[in-house]
């Protein structure tokens, strides 16, 4: 690939990182307003009577409440995975191989943003998935991105890419062999 080609290959990785973000993070916003409005202060909401249900919650915490209380360290640990993910994607080339690791370093920034902007704006996350049948934690679309680009990035690291996929990432020295 030409030096031009390359840098235009690159310049396109980015813009459309960071559209893709700011959609799939305006889509998550947008859940979580029509939650407020239609859930808040409301009985819930069974979409799957006993299975599925929409109820809304304000979480302080993570997943189940954890850490609750603890919004610097969501904040600046959600600031410290956004750059390093967008290092990952400036770094990562720009190719059907590398796809899914692109979309999956989209979802996880989106998730991690979604609920930043709460956090930042709010104090709390705004949750309202509710899967009753097994009662697991209230969530919502962030938590799904975040859980979803998780498994995938699992699942890339453990069966589609080698470790020598990842060169990219190692920093280049100098060659001073070439120098003498």
Request: charged content about 20%; proline content about 2%.
């Amino acid at each position: 690939m030409k030096n031009n080609e390359k840098k235009n290959s690159k310049a396109i990785s980015l813009i459309l990182y960071f559209v893709l973000v700011a959609v799939f993070t305006q889509l998550d916003q947008i859940t979580k307003i029509i939650a407020v409005n239609k859930l808040s202060g409301q009985k819930d909401f069974p979409l799957i009577k006993g299975v599925l249900e929409f109820t809304y919650i304000q979480n302080t915490g993570a997943a189940w409440g954890m850490l609750s209380g603890q919004r610097i360290f969501f904040l600046l640990l959600t600031m410290i995975i956004v750059m390093l993910i967008t290092y990952i994607v400036i770094r990562m080339p720009f190719n059907k191989k590398y796809m899914p690791l692109y979309i999956t370093c989209i979802l996880v920034v989106s998730g991690a943003l979604g609920n930043f902007i709460d956090r930042l704006t709010l104090a709390y996350v705004r949750d309202f998935i509710y899967f009753k049948i097994i009662n697991f934690p209230v969530f919502n679309v962030a938590d799904i991105y975040v859980t979803v680009s998780v498994i995938l990035f699992i699942i890339l690291l453990l069966f589609i890419y080698k470790e020598s996929d990842f060169d990219f990432l190692k920093i280049r020295e100098n060659n001073k062999a070439g120098e003498e």
